[in-house]
């Protein structure tokens, strides 16, 4: 098997000789030989010299392989339905199709062009080969001239970075070479699968690939392995541009690189995971940080760096770390003349590189031995927003931490020891909401404090991260570089005017999980762009019930300048059976007339089932302050007790009758209130109607308990 036999056994000759005599037009042959190779790889019946196409191969073929495999132009692309319907026409005329089936084959053909034209240009389909093929034959470079493709590859690697072609948005490196190595991949796969297929039990036309020597060499499987990458680079550059495969992976690699070049990959996935935990989706947006620096600082953040300035400096203390970022090599050249996105990358492969040497370097009894990468997408989380070293602390070993502090911002002091001393007890009181604290508190606080002041200093030498004292958060060039790895894994990372651009109900969907200063300024800056009318306001009120979760509407409507929304727009929302009690509110808060009866019970009930919530909590919140505290409480809390009997006052029918419309309106909310009620209230009318709710409740909702959004270390 040689690179120059490089055309599988698919009547190939004999098909465009066909069609040019039966049709009296030539076929172009770059895509016609990808389709006919690509449905005998995929196991097509070649009995009458070429493969038969079905249906379901068709799919796979057009959807799957041609549009990772195949460069073509419009004209090429056009051509595809005639090659695929010429193709069934010959079958048909060998018999092998009778008309019902044929009409079958060509109807699938009309249904799957659409999609394989969608196919052949979504970005995510990109590859290496694909991408500089599109790029030199738009230069007019003759695709099937090795030396003229070569030439042009040397061009372009000498031009200035600035002047390469960008790939286009919203498309990384990192997700070509992805694409690239796993279509790689798949191609050996298939090749391999057909040379056992040819050895066990050839077609009757004969073998699907060329005569292999592999079987006779000292070492068959070396040897084999060897002849199949040659086979599969060879058919890939038939379909995209000869001399290709030889060059990006000798010469010009760097201009396409692998995964074991891009570093901050790993990253990304570990950024990735990070918010499928906190959300369950890439796709909800996260915050966008202030701090975002323009593109043209980001080479003189990243060369005032420490870490990446000895890197680049050949600091040979740092030699493995600097092999492992690309120095010596192609960082040098990204370094000196790289483009803000290449020089963003970098840092983020230096950052990433920290990040796994982090988790190398601890043992298995530190705190923080897997959390670096954690600790920066919490960052990014808050929208960038500095954080207390004590308070993530004591979030981690399960401080319990008033939840309207978790992402309280906090102002970087100017000076501070580079020695991390843990706050006193007033102040770790201060930072985490907790009452009572000691020196002894502040001593079992002191160990994970200081650990994870070590790795945040660690952090802090890639430039990407400081802290002063007991604060921490990213630097300028920590927001652009996480903003940059968070996208490479495929991350919401809205830029900072987006926002501005979205629609209500995308609008108050995204800001509600937010840092509640963040969310308050975005929706002020969204209804003042917009005028700040009664339409706009009114907007804002109908999309909160379907776009936000139930327990994120007092939320929600405490971000929102209460005192500027026109009456109109909450007097047309008392009605709405979600978010009407909570309207109400706002109304009688202002001084306005909300007439209770303009109001749904279920509505009234969701306002009061979030009062008994925030007082469940409040509960739970006293027992344990007094767990840990050490003490025996004074008396059992009632918090909950009385908030449930002072709404139940002012209710129609009491507490019993209130019981039923809480479990009603929002059965997944209510049930720890449910529980609450029926194991403490002394009256034993409510605790048998809350323990006949809840079961309802439990058998409504599946007896799950409702997923609620992980934040960072809470226990």
């Keep these: 098997m040689t690179r120059t036999r490089t055309a599988l056994n698919t009547g190939l000759d004999d098909f465009l000789a066909w069609a040019q005599q039966a049709r009296g037009a030539a076929l172009p042959g770059r895509p016609t030989d990808a389709v006919l190779a690509l449905l005998a790889l995929r196991g097509a019946d070649r009995r009458t010299g070429v493969p038969e196409p079905t249906p379901e191969l068709l799919r796979r073929v057009l959807l799957e392989d041609l549009p990772l495999l195949l460069h073509a132009d419009d004209?090429?692309?056009?051509?595809?339905?005639?090659?695929?319907?010429?193709?069934?026409?010959?079958?048909?005329?060998?018999?092998?199709?009778?008309?019902?089936?044929?009409?079958?084959?060509?109807?699938?053909?009309?249904?799957?062009?659409?999609?394989?034209?969608?196919?052949?240009?979504?970005?995510?389909?990109?590859?290496?080969?694909?991408?500089?093929?599109?790029?030199?034959?738009?230069?007019?470079?003759?695709?099937?001239?090795?030396?003229?493709?070569?030439?042009?590859?040397?061009?372009?690697?000498?031009?200035?970075?600035?002047?390469?072609?960008a790939l286009p948005a919203p498309l990384h490196r990192a997700d070509v070479t992805t694409a690239t190595f796993a279509t790689r991949v798949r191609l050996t796969e298939a090749l391999l699968e057909a040379f056992a297929h040819d050895v066990e039990g050839p077609s009757a036309a004969g073998p699907l690939l060329p005569a292999s020597t592999a079987l006779s060499a000292d070492r068959p499987e070396d040897a084999l392995a060897a002849e199949l990458e040659a086979l599969a680079g060879a058919l890939g550059d038939r379909w995209t541009a000869e001399g290709l495969t030889e060059a990006l992976t000798g010469p010009y690699e760097h201009l396409a690189p692998g995964p074991e070049s891009l570093p901050h990959v790993m990253l990304a996935d570990r950024l990735l995971d990070e918010h499928l935990d906190y959300y369950g989706a890439s796709d909800v947006p996260l915050p966008p940080p202030d701090m975002l620096p323009p593109p043209e600082e980001i080479r003189d953040l990243l060369h005032a760096a420490p870490l990446p300035a000895s890197l680049a400096a050949s600091d040979e203390d740092l030699h493995e770390l600097a092999e492992q970022c690309g120095?010596?090599?192609?960082?040098?050249?990204?370094?000196?003349?790289?483009?803000?996105?290449?020089?963003?990358?970098?840092?983020?492969?230096?950052?990433?590189?920290?990040?796994?040497?982090?988790?190398?370097?601890?043992?298995?009894?530190?705190?923080?031995?897997?959390?670096?990468?954690?600790?920066?997408?919490?960052?990014?989380?808050?929208?960038?927003?500095?954080?207390?070293?004590?308070?993530?602390?004591?979030?981690?070993i399960d401080w319990w931490l008033a939840p309207e502090l978790e992402d309280a911002p906090l102002t970087a002091p100017d000076t501070a020891p580079a020695t991390y001393t843990t706050p006193t007890p007033a102040e770790l009181g201060e930072l985490t909401g907790l009452p009572g604290l000691t020196e002894s508190s502040r001593a079992e606080l002191d160990a994970p404090a200081r650990a994870l002041a070590a790795i945040v200093d660690r952090l802090a030498g890639t430039g990407c991260v400081f802290r002063k004292g007991d604060v921490f958060g990213l630097t300028p060039l920590g927001a652009a570089v996480v903003r940059h790895a968070l996208s490479v894994g495929h991350v919401a990372v809205p830029e900072a005017k987006a926002p501005s651009e979205w629609d209500a109900a995308r609008l108050v969907a995204a800001v509600e999980p937010w840092p509640p200063h963040i969310a308050a300024r975005t929706l002020a800056d969204w209804t003042a762009a917009r005028g700040g009318g009664d339409e706009v306001w009114s907007a804002l009120l109908a999309a909160a019930p379907t776009a936000v979760p139930r327990h994120g509407i007092p939320g929600l409507l405490g971000r929102l300048d209460r005192a500027a929304i026109p009456v109109a727009p909450l007097e047309a929302a008392l009605t709405d059976p979600?978010?009407?009690?909570?309207?109400?509110?706002?109304?009688?808060?202002?001084?306005?007339?909300?007439?209770?009866?303009?109001?749904?019970?279920?509505?009234?009930?969701?306002?009061?089932?979030?009062?008994?919530?925030?007082?469940?909590?409040?509960?739970?919140?006293?027992?344990?302050?007094?767990?840990?505290?050490?003490?025996?409480?004074?008396?059992?809390?009632?918090?909950?007790?009385?908030?449930?009997?002072?709404?139940?006052?002012?209710?129609?029918?009491?507490?019993?009758?209130?019981?039923?419309?809480?479990?009603?309106?929002?059965?997944?909310?209510?049930?720890?209130?449910?529980?609450?009620?029926?194991?403490?209230?002394?009256?034993?009318?409510?605790?048998?109607?809350?323990?006949?709710?809840?079961?309802?409740?439990?058998?409504?909702?599946?007896?799950?308990?409702?997923?609620?959004?992980?934040?960072p270390h809470r226990s």
């Design 75 to 165: 004209v090429e692309l056009a051509a595809v339905p005639g090659i695929l319907t010429a193709l069934a026409d010959r079958v048909r005329a060998a018999n092998r199709l009778n008309a019902k089936r044929h009409a079958r084959v060509l109807a699938a053909v009309d249904e799957l062009v659409p999609e394989f034209a969608r196919a052949m240009g979504e970005p995510l389909n990109l590859t290496w080969p694909r991408w500089y093929a599109s790029l030199l034959r738009a230069d007019g470079i003759d695709a099937d001239e090795p030396g003229a493709v070569c030439d042009w590859l040397a061009e372009l690697d000498a031009a200035p970075h600035e002047d390469r072609p």
């Design 327 to 396: 120095f010596p090599g192609q960082s040098d050249v990204v370094w000196h003349a790289g483009t803000p996105t290449e020089l963003t990358e970098l840092g983020a492969d230096i950052l990433a590189a920290v990040v796994e040497r982090v988790a190398a370097d601890s043992g298995p009894d530190d705190e923080y031995a897997l959390d670096a990468a954690h600790i920066l997408y919490t960052l990014y989380e808050r929208g960038g927003t500095p954080d207390s070293v004590a308070r993530r602390a004591a979030g981690h």
């Design 578 to 711: 979600v978010i009407g009690g909570h309207v109400r509110r706002v109304l009688l808060a202002r001084g306005e007339e909300a007439p209770e009866d303009r109001v749904p019970p279920t509505a009234l009930a969701n306002a009061v089932l979030g009062d008994l919530l925030a007082a469940s909590l409040k509960d739970m919140r006293v027992a344990i302050e007094v767990a840990q505290q050490d003490r025996a409480p004074e008396s059992p809390p009632r918090a909950l007790l009385d908030a449930f009997d002072s709404a139940a006052a002012d209710w129609p029918g009491g507490g019993a009758a209130l019981i039923p419309v809480l479990a009603a309106a929002d059965p997944h909310r209510a049930r720890p209130v449910l529980d609450g009620l029926r194991t403490r209230h002394p009256d034993s009318a409510v605790t048998d109607s809350a323990a006949h709710a809840l079961k309802e409740a439990k058998v409504s909702t599946g007896g799950q308990h409702p997923r609620r959004r992980r934040k």
